[in-house]
């Protein structure tokens, strides 16, 4: 008898949540720039520009904030771990009963849970407090270059799309296909995150195309008046 084992959506949640962010803000934030200028300005070479250096900035942008924000994370994990590596050796006992509290406050008696508690001090006992005290594990763990990479390259694969439309769509028509493919891969990519991450994909694609449609017409006509005025 094969046993499968079961799929969880959780072991997605770091390089996910990187790569959904950062595609969605660079094929939303690079369409909206496109958008912008092309309302206010409607010259190809300009438009073209606008899209490629929203991409460059974008991506480079999007990796160092996401490093810096996890490594910060990082950072105060490994202050925990060190904190509690030094009470373990200080403090032995009293760390053994703050263990076994866990467990019987998660429904264990007092005598399982003291069991419990003495079987992982032995077999690893920073693991077991770092896993069930201070909630760090494999799966939460922050990884900086790991997100770093992952919103770099989304961003910049996300920016793809306007940056190709710009080269390649009528000038006159700029802002209309612009809009049209962008709703459609924020669509597609919505409903690829929700599918990765188990959640509703209806809800996912409507919530998506509501705030992507809000924000590249909030920029036209920011473009549009700006244009008008400069004229």
Not at 143 to 153: D, T, V
Not at 180 to 202: E, H, N, P, T, V
Request: with cysteine.
């Amino acid at each position: 008898m094969h046993h499968q084992l079961e799929k969880h959506y959780v072991n997605r949640v770091g390089w996910l949540r990187a790569a959904v962010l950062g595609a969605n803000d660079g094929l939303l934030s690079t369409t909206s720039i496109v958008i912008g200028v092309a309302a206010a300005e409607p010259d190809r070479h300009i438009i073209i520009l606008a899209a490629l250096a929203g991409m460059i900035a974008g991506a480079m942008s999007m990796a160092a904030g996401e490093y810096v924000s996890v490594s910060s994370q990082e950072d105060t994990e490994k202050a925990d771990l060190i904190r509690e590596k030094r009470e373990l050796n200080e403090m032995p006992e009293i760390e053994l009963r703050e263990l076994a509290k866990i467990y019987e406050k998660r429904g264990c008696s007092r005598e399982t849970a003291m069991q419990v508690a003495i079987e992982l001090t032995e077999h690893n006992a920073l693991e077991a407090h770092a896993r069930d005290e201070l909630g760090i594990n494999e799966i939460t763990q922050a990884k900086p270059l790991q997100a770093a990479i992952a919103s770099f390259g989304s961003f910049a694969v996300g920016a793809l799309l306007p940056f190709t439309v710009s080269l390649l769509a009528p000038i006159k028509q700029m802002v209309y296909f612009q809009y049209g493919f962008s709703i459609i891969f924020l669509m597609l990519l919505g409903a690829i995150s929700a599918k990765a991450g188990g959640s509703s994909i209806k809800i996912a694609v409507l919530r998506i195309c509501f705030w992507g449609t809000v924000a590249m017409g909030v920029t036209a006509l920011v473009g549009r008046i700006f244009g008008v005025n400069i004229s």
